[in-house]
């Protein structure tokens, strides 16, 4: 089992960056698939960007590609989201996701909230325009 806690939410102006970070607990997060998911207000969650637990395979949704990067520091049991030429639309709550050991092959199986078991509380993102 795994406990994720992000940080790093805030309020910028559009065209700004922040950088979010989720940190895990316990002995085996290289094991786990990594992800970022966001709701915005009156939204259902959306996927934003996913990390392979083997390899260094990453995903996007269209929106963020380009803007956004996620990585993985195995050793700082942490993953970080860097978000560059943040928009007013990117305003939500974005989540921290975790699934051991994910069996996926491709974008459609990480994007799937229904992979990952382990879930954050969330940082607010808040773009002004």
């Known amino acids: 089992q795994v406990q994720l806690v992000e940080s790093g939410g805030g309020l910028v102006q559009a065209g700004g960056s922040l950088r979010l970070s989720c940190a895990a607990s316990g002995r085996t997060f290289s094991s786990y698939a990594m992800a970022w998911f966001r709701q915005a207000p009156g939204k259902e969650r959306g996927f934003v960007a996913a990390?392979?637990?083997?390899?260094?395979?990453?995903y996007y949704a269209d929106s963020v590609k380009g803007r956004f990067t996620i990585s993985r520091d195995n050793a700082k049991n942490t993953v970080y989201l860097q978000m560059n030429s943040l928009k007013p639309e990117d305003t939500a709550v974005y989540y921290c996701a975790a699934s051991y050991r994910a069996s996926c092959f491709g974008y459609v199986c990480y994007a799937d909230g229904d992979e990952y078991a382990y879930w954050g509380q969330g940082t607010q993102v808040t773009v002004s325009s």
């Open positions: 990390h392979s637990w083997r390899g260094s395979s990453t």
